[in-house]
């Protein structure tokens, strides 16, 4: 026999999922911005000279700065699809 009250709740499950990723996304996209904001400190206030350490840090910037514009793509992508779909 089938259980129907597990049938229905499949797509409450699906809707409260949808909803803790949008939540997920959009707290990624702030802590992001922030992240960028604090970055750009760091910036101003070591890229100042040429050094390999200067170097390496501005390597680790652009791996940095890399990662972010990817996930921003895959949050941008998320939210165009919209839930369910």
């Known amino acids: 026999m089938v259980k129907w009250k597990y049938i229905v709740l499949i797509?409450?499950?699906?809707?409260?999922?949808?909803h803790n990723k949008f939540g997920a996304v959009i707290e990624g996209a702030a802590w992001i911005a922030e992240l960028i904001r604090k970055y750009e400190i760091?910036?101003?206030l070591y890229l100042q000279s040429n050094s390999e350490a200067i170097r390496e840090l501005e390597k680790t910037l652009v791996?940095?700065?890399?990662?972010?514009l990817i996930y921003l793509s895959k949050a941008k992508r998320y939210?165009?699809?919209g839930s369910l779909g």
Not at 11 to 18: F, G, T
Request: hydrophobic share 40%; proline share 5%.
């Open 79 to 81: 939210l165009e699809k």
């Open 11 to 18: 797509p409450e499950q699906i809707a409260v999922n949808d």
């Open 42 to 44: 760091v910036e101003r």
């Open 63 to 68: 791996n940095f700065y890399t990662w972010i």
